[in-house]
């Protein structure tokens, strides 16, 4: 049996009852290491702090081994109880779907326990739900690569009046690119994106494309550490929050829409 267990936002004590019979169940235990992390992941003692709660050894699965090792895991989860940590939902802002359809092809029997994600999380800001359009994630720009993509989806929201949330680029064990040329890899020092840096590229982008689809004026509201302890959400212009100090990471931004009275008043209690 493979069971994919969302973990929540906060910290190791986040994961549901069932989550947590379900890993005790299991022989091994996986956690994916690269799309997002709980607020424990900044801290020294964070996995050991994990492993002592949940009585169990757990193996961090970067993006090479949950990419190029899949089989490793799902050839255990043919003889053995396998469980696969993910932070937030398994199918929240990230999905795991391809190892879901490998294992089904292989005859796993896979069970998914959920948890709360980002996508509900933002939420807290008193934006409804289904006002938001679709998602977007910005990436980080270099010299040579600044794509926009997203430009065209925060337009179409805009245009229907509809909030956006934008899920801010994680660089973890990620290879440089003279390393790869190299064929030794080598690996960047883990970064992740914050709302300041978001904006200046939104409005890098909106600059280059002249559409007029957001502007330094635009509300929006930026959010750190969603779901823990120390969690932050400001509401105000594009041009005040680049400048707010969000702290640690997780960051994300949402770009306001149409809003309605209650929206509102909810945006003023959390406005700069």
């Known amino acids: 049996m493979l069971y994919i267990i969302g973990l929540g936002l906060g910290d190791d004590k986040d994961i549901t009852l069932k989550g947590l019979e379900a890993v005790k169940k299991c022989s091994i235990v996986y956690m994916e290491a690269y799309t997002s992390l709980l607020s424990f992941g900044l801290s020294p003692n964070g996995l050991s702090n994990m492993e002592n709660l949940y009585g169990r050894s757990i193996t961090l699965a970067d993006r090479e081994m949950v990419e190029e090792k899949a089989d490793q895991i799902l050839n255990e989860a043919q003889s053995s109880d396998v469980a696969f940590l993910v932070v937030g939902d398994p199918f929240g802002a990230t999905t795991h779907t391809d190892l879901v359809v490998r294992a089904k092809k292989l005859g796993v029997d896979v069970k998914v326990i959920h948890n709360a994600s980002v996508m509900n999380a933002v939420g807290v800001c008193g934006l409804q739900l289904y006002h938001y359009g679709e998602t977007v994630s910005i990436p980080f720009f270099t010299e040579t690569w600044r794509p926009d993509s997203f430009y065209e989806k925060i337009r179409e929201n805009r245009k229907l009046g509809l909030h956006t949330l934008c899920l801010l680029d994680i660089r973890v064990k990620e290879p ?58 400001v509401a105000g212009s594009m041009k005040q929050l680049r400048t707010v100090d969000f702290g640690p990471p997780l960051h994300c931004l949402v770009i306001v829409g149409k809003t309605h009275p209650v929206e509102e008043e909810m945006l003023e209690f959390y406005g700069l």
Do not use: H
């Not at 689809?213 to 509300?219: A, D, P, S």
């Open 176 to 233: 440089t690119i003279e390393s790869l040329c190299r064929g030794k890899k080598q690996y960047e020092p883990p970064r992740f994106m914050t709302v300041n840096t978001a904006i200046e590229q939104l409005l890098e982008v909106e600059e280059a494309r002249g559409e007029s689809v957001y502007g330094e004026n635009t509300i929006c509201v930026g959010f750190a550490r969603l779901g823990s302890e120390d969690q932050k959400v």
